[in-house]
């Protein structure tokens, strides 16, 4: 039977995250974080990787799983420089916040969010670092913290922001100055265009270009545009669109894109909406030809790229004072403009030197890559070489690889390894925007990054921005370097953001800067060799197939290589390791079942690294009944016992198209005590009167939906499961997890309730129950005490607690009576059940009662229960024959 506190942790202190955690709180900032992470913390926007979460989630987490000794927690104010918190001076305090953390009210803690907090004595773990979110977070905590990731470059920008902390934004403001003046020029050269409005230079912003491809019937040039738009327009004309005419390519203002207009230019009329492309078909305008463009160049075809459109920016008008619809615009490509992209390109192709540090080497093949050589079903997939794009060098143009080696041969130059790899991350973030893989967003007029859809995705229409950087443009190196920067400034003295009243404050800078005491692996988490070491693991494993981070991370991995390799054994090889990623992905003929076993080999180690009075919380993502019991049963046969489960806010942006998971959450587990043999019913009960009790105090007390009380229930019923996993008996077989999980979403989803004979059987298990039993068992639910007591089903006799069984005589008494009534409809399944137990016990005839009463799939049920309960298997046979009782 459940009781308030589990009964199998022993010696172990509950922690705070195993009693509650304040989610409205986290999901509240989380929700600003993630629309304005530069902001919140810029330590994570000095790099991309996947399926990053909030910071903010992290900052809880480490606070409610690492902090349950007041004795070994020190409170600092935010920017007095190390003066004591008022915290700081007394351990009672303390000691009140962490005791006071409770599912109804788990915000006490909370009030140390904003406060610079060190805890002492504590190993944390993160086996899947990722982006390093849960190291950054921890560090800031002051304890000591490893990681893993079997991914290079994970690693490495995990390392860069775990070092920032002790780097000098001084130093690093001296190299990107050395490095502008080594090239930021002659880059910027290559992007200027003739100012529309004067005999004068602008700056390119971004280039628009198309490919086009010769009609295979009349050989006329067909431009790939799937419509005519180029931008929306801006400032006073932000109800009007930029529209490239097809007949003379001026680029001129419409008030619509889907209606008819005439070019002001030559009075060309047409309907921009209606470009050459439909549905991976080219259109020819001259002889209304209609053929697949990717047949035709694998049939051998080649495509070109036009450059047909320029949004500038002219300092020289800006400073005149122009209107801002002069100073930035979009004008029509020249002839000056392509021949300024020739030039560029016969440089490339005479700078020998240069080469070296662009990666012409072959793409490796892979899902992403070309997806039609490997068996199986995801989407997602990809097919770079029908695009032409067999080298990692045929994703750029030759201007843009021009401009980045010049900027990487700057880099090289520099003198501090530290500070060479802080410019090398940002030349490494460049590539997402400055590729030709990338196209612009006609609706919010800017660039797109490569990662938008997590996949390889060469664009018809691309749009190339200006390398080096501009007043106005993104993705830029300057702009990179900025949020690079940012992040460094940040890791010396962070600061935390949060919400009260729904206005959102910052507190003064923190005095412990990110990253003390924190080292960081390269490798497959599976090989680690600590055993009973870490207090804590903290992490975020990866999810089935929702990311193939060795693919992508490829994509940023080649450039990496040639800079880190002398320095970095890890960057060695190739490309990343693959196989020996945890993810689903055909071309590493990886399904489901084996993502399963190998996240289970991942589990197996958690559980060997940690102590056992450890803990484990990661996130996960909610999908179907079947991947939550594959996940509990996972966690349970690698010896864990599940102690909660908290929904958080999902970033849905990082779901690719077509993925079911519909939200995330925050798992708790502990090395797990012995397990104890139950039977289902009676483990039933425990489940229900949980997810009940946990029901009512979570709906009295706080302001959460249905579906976030629901999470909690369930993770509270999922903890009364794992202690008895594999031992849970139902007819006479051992239940799987995925069995329960299938009754516990049942039981949660409907809603179920406990009933005066449900206490009465948990009181039959007990070996000698009391009053106090009965309180405990009825408290949050509908069973009624005195209503039991009227049926006899328990009394009081000089002061000791009697309980109503068969063999009780006051009972059957009380069911005697309602026999002799005659009045067979008014008795219950459980009169009828005792009263034949008590006959057969004497030897007196039931079989006429049973043909007398119907026996019902209650009856049968409920004789099972008893026999569960009691351990009297004669309930088992009273009704005849070896029936079993059939599955409700
Ligand atoms: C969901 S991500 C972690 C994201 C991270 N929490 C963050 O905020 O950026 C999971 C990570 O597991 C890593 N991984 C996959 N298989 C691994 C293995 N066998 N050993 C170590 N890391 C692995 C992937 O490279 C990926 O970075
Ligand atoms: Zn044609
Ligand atoms: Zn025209
Ligand atoms: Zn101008």
Sequence with gaps: MAQESPRLSGERKELPIERGFPIERINEIAEKEGRAKQWYRPIYTMHKWWARRPGCLFR????????????????????????????????????????????????????????DVRIGDKKILDPFMG??????????????????????????????????GETSVDELK????????DVADEILNYYKTDCPHGHHDADVMYNF????????????????????????????????????????????????????????????????????????????????????????????????????????????CDEKGESKSTVKGYKSATSEDRERYRKAKQEWENSDSLHQFVPNKPIRSGWKVSNYEFEGHMTGGGNLPRHGIENWTDMYNDRQLLSLSKIIEAIENLEDQNVKEYLLLTLSGTLRT??????????????????????????????EGNVWGTEYGRGTFESIWDMVKRGVEYANAPTERYVKNGETYETEEFSQPIGQNTTVHQGDMRLIEAENEYDAVITDPPYYNNILYSELSDFFYVWLKPMLEDEYECFEPEHTPRAESIVVNPASNKGDEEFESELKQAFSRINTALKQDGVVTFTYHHSSSESWGELLESLCETGFEVTATYPINSDLNKFMKGESVSFDIVIVARPAGDRHPISWNSLRRDIVRTAKQTHQRLTENRDLSDGNIGVIEMGRAFHEYSKH????????????????????????????????????????????????????LTRGTSANSDEMKQIQLYRMESGEFVLGTWDDEKRLAYIQERVNNNDSNGLTPLDKAQFLRYRYE?????????????????????????????????YRRILGGDRTIGDY
């Design 131 to 164: 982006g390093g979110t849960s190291l950054v977070e921890a560090s800031r905590f002051g304890v000591e913290a490893d990681g893993y990731d079997l991914n290079p470059v994970a690693w490495f920008i995990t390392k860069k922001e775990l070092e920032a």
């Design 209 to 316: 270009w198309v490919k086009e491809i010769d009609c295979r019937s009349c050989g006329h040039t067909v431009p790939l545009h799937q419509d005519f738009r180029i931008g929306k327009g801006r400032y006073e004309n932000d109800n009007k669109y930029n529209i490239l005419c097809p007949d003379c390519e001026s680029v001129f203002l419409a008030d619509e894109w889907r209606e008819e207009c005439s070019c002001d230019e030559c009075g060309y009329e047409f309907v921009p909406e209606q470009g050459n492309v439909d549905y991976g078909k080219y259109i020819c305008s001259e002889c209304g030809q209609k053929y697949s463009i990717t047949e035709q160049i694998s049939e051998g075809d080649e495509f070109d790229l036009h450059l047909c459109a320029i949004e500038y920016y002219c300092r020289h």
């Design 842 to 874: 004497h030897g007196k005839s039931i079989q006429d009662y049973l043909e007398k009463w119907t026996v019902s799939d209650d009856l049968r049920k409920l004789c099972q229960e008893l026999a569960d309960a009691s351990g009297d298997d004669v």
């Design 725 to 776: 996993h594999g031992k849970v008996q139902r007819d006479g077989e051992i239940m799987t997890a995925k069995e329960v999980v299938d009754e516990i979403y049942g039981i949660i989803q409907q809603g179920s309730d406990i009933g005066e004979v449900d206490v009465f059987l948990d009181l039959l298990e007990i070996k000698d129950p009391t009053y106090n039993d009965l309180n405990m």
């Design 174 to 181: 001296e190299a990107f100055q050395q490095v502008k003046s």
């Design 434 to 463: 400055n590729s030709m893989m990338v196209g612009y967003d006609y609706s919010y007029n800017k660039i797109v990054n490569i990662f938008k859809s997590n996949s390889f995705d060469p664009p018809r229409e691309m749009c």
């Design 60 to 115: 809880a987490i480490s606070l409610y799983a690492l902090l349950d000794d007041p004795d070994k927690v020190n409170i600092y104010e935010p920017g007095e420089n190390g003066t004591l918190d008022d915290y700081g001076a007394g351990h009672s305090d303390v000691e009140k916040l962490i005791e006071n953390v409770d599912m109804a009210d788990p915000e006490s803690l909370w009030e140390l969010y904003t406060k």
